[in-house]
C-alpha cells in the first residue's frame, strides 16, 4: 500500500491548452511513485475543460542513494590523523590538499576500503582531545571498520602496545566487536562476522533473513542459530534440491 498525500491546488487551471496537457500526460500510480508527480485526473472520468481544479493524489518521489561515498571528520593537526588512520588501522593516505572551503585548513584522504574514503579536516593550531564525545542527538555514536577474525584475535594485543584503553571482544550474536577511542574522543568499532553469506548473497541479505526468523520466533536478539537457518534457506531458493520436489 502506497502512502499518499494531497499537493497543494491553485484555484484553478485557466488555460485550456495547459489542462489538455495534464491530461494527455497522465500516468498509472505505481506504489511510490507517479509520473509526474503534478498530473491531474478527470473529474468524475469526464475531460477537462475550462477551469479545471480537481488535483491527483500524489508522493513525494526519493531520492535514491546508493551507499556512503565518503565521511568527514574535523580533525586536529595533520600529523595525529596520519598516525592514527594509517599507522593504526593500516588506511592508506592517498592525497592532501587544502581544505577548499576553507583554505587555512588541510583535507586528508584516507582509502577505507571499496572504493569509499574518510577524510579529515585537519589544523595545525588544533590539538588532540582525550574527553570523549558527547552521546546526544545528531551526534555520531561510532564508526565501525572491517576486519577479519584472524585480525580481531590480535587486536586487544596491539592496541594494549599503544597503550589505547578498549572494551575487550564482545560477542554481538552475528559478528564480533571490540570499541575503543580514537586521539579525538570519536569511539571506533572493529567488527568481524562470524559467518560467510552463499555464493551471490551479501552479509545484508543473510541478516534481513535471520532477522525475519528472528521475529517469527519472539527471540531477542539476532544469533548462530537464526545466521544458521538463515543461509540455509536463501540457499535452498537459489538451489532448489530434488528431494524438496
Request: proline fraction near 4%; hydrophobic fraction near 35%.
Amino acid at each position: 500500500m502506497c502512502d499518499t498525500k494531497e499537493r497543494a491546488r491553485p484555484a484553478e487551471v485557466t488555460d485550456i491548452g495547459l489542462a489538455q496537457q495534464f491530461r494527455e500526460m497522465r500516468h498509472v500510480q505505481i506504489c511510490n511513485r507517479i509520473w509526474p508527480t503534478f498530473a491531474i485526473k478527470p473529474q468524475d472520468s469526464q475531460p477537462y475543460s475550462h477551469g479545471a481544479t480537481k488535483w491527483e493524489k500524489t508522493v513525494e518521489r526519493k531520492i535514491q542513494a546508493q551507499g556512503i561515498h565518503h565521511i568527514t571528520l574535523t580533525g586536529a593537526d595533520r600529523q595525529t590523523s596520519i598516525d592514527f588512520w594509517e599507522g593504526l588501522l593500516g588506511f592508506s593516505l592517498i592525497f592532501d590538499q587544502p581544505n577548499l572551503d576553507n583554505a587555512s585548513q588541510g583535507h586528508l584522504y584516507f582509502a577505507v576500503g571499496k572504493g569509499q574514503t574518510l577524510t579529515v579536516f585537519t589544523d595545525e593550531a588544533r590539538k588532540p582531545q582525550t574527553d570523549q564525545l558527547e552521546d546526544k542527538i545528531g551526534a555520531v555514536h561510532h564508526l565501525a571498520f572491517a576486519i577479519s577474525q584472524s585480525v580481531l584475535t590480535q587486536v586487544s594485543e596491539r592496541l594494549d602496545e599503544r597503550d589505547i584503553k578498549h572494551t575487550g571482544i564482545k560477542d554481538r550474536g552475528f559478528m564480533n566487536s571490540i570499541y575503543f577511542y580514537d586521539p579525538l574522543g570519536l569511539r571506533i568499532e572493529l567488527a568481524s562476522y562470524r559467518f560467510v553469506p552463499p555464493e551471490g548473497a551479501t552479509h545484508g541479505d543473510v541478516l534481513a533473513e535471520a532477522h525475519r526468523l528472528r521475529v517469527e520466533r519472539e527471540d531477542h536478539a539476532i544469533a548462530d542459530v537464526h545466521v544458521a537457518d538463515a543461509i540455509e534457506n536463501i540457499m535452498t531458493k537459489r538451489q532448489p534440491r530434488m528431494s524438496d520436489t
